[in-house]
């Protein structure tokens, strides 16, 4: 197979745009894709035409908008494209109002307050700069427009809308700092992200019989599996046939949707994976994460697997995240976080290293923020992702240089010597320095940074809308800094780089090397005035819910007081939701399997009269105790909300649910297996 003859088959491309539409068309398209210029009426009707025939070409018969609700998933109304002519004789038809806008019936999508009932129309509106594709189907297939979604009166209701206003917001924060900097300012700015998605794959028949997996996407009981990821031979170890099978299938489905899948590898825990493409423009990036995790599922049910997103679905295991490779580039090819050949470039990515530092410093509680979720806490801070507390990875190479920079020593001849001995060796130097740390949930790997501490179920969206936020902000900081020790007098060099040495000497308190699960870290971190924000409820009050700490989005006009308040609704209640639902199945699975199992054991414990079952005996009576005050706290739960409520979950009811699950992986490993009726973690996690 020819990957290059059936790359992008599936996609509105560059070539297919040339086949099928007239030069001008082609070219004003071009424009847009490029340079955001708006659409005309006519412009966008011969393009609606031109993707209604090669669809109809490709066996299409419904088209969607394809968008990204708030609720994380991706969500689409088909509408066909047959009308009928007033003979009516039947005929595919698609205006150009179809193609920019739709309507769905949106009043079931979450919008947290900011749309009332009796204004429940959302709208959705075509993002030329996304090329449309086409999901196959059994019979037929469909068009899909990556679109935005938003309220009647203008609200973004989706994650897609506010991160390409993040990205402008950081192109023209970029170019200021470039032009107050004196170097080259490019047409064009680019995010380049890249996310290495990891995942789990269980065998499907293995996996229904947990009704736990398969409810609530992780295991909420179950002792540790006896070899666990103890001897790490799955790690890099040779692929299984199913599995390499499933992503042979995975990645052309993939390729031909123009989705550059790169890599694919084992992970380290059994049964764990991992699929990273090529890094694209991130709002690109972001709509083919949403395609990957699309057809992992897909495919995974073909193949006879489950799939599992979630962060945590075994304890005592790695959960899964999603590395998001990040950097800034332009449209001359340049990665403004590349070291560079000599001096200047090195001081133009010095601006820009220390530049997305104090962006993660200043902004540290909302990036926290921005990978919360219920499933994502049990992964932080579990001693093999990163923990809860933000800080960057830099390197003893760049440490030392920075550390320079803080005494204001770049200027000094004999200084910039080393660092251009320095500079052929750096890249490669950090990027192995930091394979070894995996704590850091900010790493600079030579030529990007990777955030680490997004989760594998979570859309780029969100997180990826904080940091270009958070970045911006600090380079319209620095941008200021510098123009004033230029207006001070000092030439363009000296004012770079005393601006950058005065804005380390705050930021460089979120820098860390070392051992991020170590207790001295902890210490550490409080005493630098790191928050440590350990659970979802405490980050999000502390970000989404703070003025002073969400004042920049609103500055920066990327989101509005009320659409923070919508998120912040929304977010506490889809995390209440997630508790409450895994509390009462918690419940369920103890009365309909756990509780039978234990009885059983017990009674033939009796039967061997010098058998000593005091231990078994009092944690059933435990269980049962515990089960008693866990479903009077699901009872109250009913009666609280919002904030109170999220935060009634984390407290309580989860500090619960964890003692209870202590008490039930003991009985579980003090029982026959043949009484035992689900399957265990050594059962599940073999493929
Ligand atoms: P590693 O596995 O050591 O982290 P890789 O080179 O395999 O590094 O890259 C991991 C991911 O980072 C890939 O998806 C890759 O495309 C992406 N990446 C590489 N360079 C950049 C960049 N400049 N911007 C964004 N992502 C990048
Ligand atoms: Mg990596």
Not at 286 to 306: I, P, S, Y
Not at 425 to 437: G, K
Not at 524 to 547: D, H, I, M, V
Request: some cysteine; charged content about 30%; aromatic content about 10%.
């Amino acid at each position: 197979m020819k990957v290059s003859k059936i790359y992008g088959t599936l996609t509105f491309n560059d070539r297919i745009m040339k086949d099928k539409l007239s030069y001008e068309v082609y070219k004003r398209f071009k424009k847009t894709i490029e340079e955001g210029e708006p659409i005309s009426k006519e412009i966008a009707e011969c393009i609606a035409h031109a993707l209604k025939e090669w669809a109809i070409e490709n066996n299409c018969t419904h088209y969607t908008h394809w968008f990204h609700p708030l609720t994380g998933l991706t969500a689409e109304k088909h509408d066909a494209f047959l009308t009928f002519d007033g003979d009516l004789t039947p005929i595919e038809r698609f205006l150009a109002d179809e193609l920019i806008q739709g309507e769905p019936d949106a009043s079931s999508f979450p919008s947290g307050g900011t749309r009332s009932t009796f204004e429940a129309r959302g709208y959705t509106a075509w993002d030329p700069q996304s090329p449309c594709f086409i999901m196959e189907g059994k019979k037929s297939n469909t068009l899909c427009i990556p679109s935005v979604f938003l309220s009647y009166n203008g609200d973004s209701l989706d994650k897609k809308s506010v991160l390409l206003k993040s990205i402008k917001v950081l192109e023209e924060a970029t170019k200021k700092v470039l032009e107050i900097s004196e170097f080259p300012v490019p047409e064009k700015v680019f995010v380049t992200t890249g996310p290495e998605q990891e995942y789990y794959l269980l065998d499907r028949e293995v996996f229904e019989k947990r009704e736990d997996l398969v409810i609530t996407g992780r295991t909420l009981l179950g002792a540790n599996s006896v070899k666990g990821q103890k001897l790490e031979d799955h790690y890099f170890g040779s692929i299984p046939d199913r599995v390499k099978y499933f992503m042979e299938d995975v990645e052309y489905a993939l390729y031909k949707l123009g989705v550059p899948a790169k890599t694919r590898h084992n992970e380290v825990a059994p049964c764990q994976f991992e699929l990273a493409p090529v890094f694209e423009e991130l709002n690109i990036a972001a709509d083919h994460n949403h395609l990957v995790m699309v057809m992992l599922e897909k495919k995974a049910r073909e193949h006879g697997f489950a799939l599992l997103l979630h962060e945590k679905p075994f304890k005592g295991l790695n959960g899964s995240g999603k590395h998001n490779n990040w950097s800034i580039a332009d449209n001359r090819g340049i990665n403004y976080l590349s070291p560079g050949k000599n001096r200047e470039e090195f001081l133009r990515f010095l601006l820009f290293f220390v530049g997305v530092i104090n962006g993660v410093y200043k902004h540290e509680k909302f990036i926290r923020a921005s990978v919360a979720s219920a499933a994502n806490d049990h992964r932080l801070g579990g001693n093999e992702a990163p923990p809860s507390i933000i800080s960057v990875f830099v390197g003893t190479a760049l440490g030392n240089v920075l550390e320079n920079l803080m005494e204001g020593n770049f200027v000094e001849p004999e200084h910039s010597k080393t660092l251009e001995i320095g500079l052929s060796y750096l890249p490669q130097i950090e990027r192995h320095n930091t394979d070894r740390n995996r704590t850091s949930p900010v790493a600079f790997t030579g030529n990007k940074f990777e955030f680490r501490a997004v989760g594998s179920s979570q859309p780029l969206g969100l997180p990826n809308t904080v940091l270009n936020a958070s970045v911006a902000d600090s380079f319209n900081e620095i941008s200021n800094l510098i123009k004033s020790e230029k207006d001070s007098g000092k030439n363009r060099e000296e004012a770079i780089l005393s601006a950058l040495s005065k804005v380390l000497k705050n930021c460089r308190k979120v820098i860390f090397n070392g051992n991020g699960y170590s207790k001295e870290w902890l210490y550490e971190a409080e005493k630098r005035g790191l928050s440590n924000l350990k659970n979802t409820p405490e980050a999000l009050k502390n970000s989404f819910g703070n003025e002073k700490e969400r004042d920049f989005l609103i500055k920066l006009g990327i989101l509005s007081e009320r659409e923070l308040n919508a998120r912040l609704n929304i977010k506490y209640d889809h995390y209440s939701k997630v508790v409450d639902i895994e509390a009462k199945m918690f419940v369920k699975m103890i009365k309909k399997y756990v509780r039978n199992a234990a009885f059983k054991q017990a009674k033939r414990f009796a039967e061997v009269d010098f058998f000593d079952s005091s231990a078994y005996m009092k944690s059933i009576k435990s269980m049962e105790e515990k089960v008693k005050v866990l479903i009077g706290e699901i009872e109250h739960f009913e009666s609280v909300e919002g904030e109170k409520k999220a935060f009634f979950a984390a407290n309580t009811v989860i500090p619960l649910m964890e003692k209870l699950r202590e008490v039930v992986d003991f009985i579980e490993t003090e029982t026959d297996k043949s009484l035992w009726p689900i399957p265990d973690y050594d059962s599940m996690l073999i493929l």
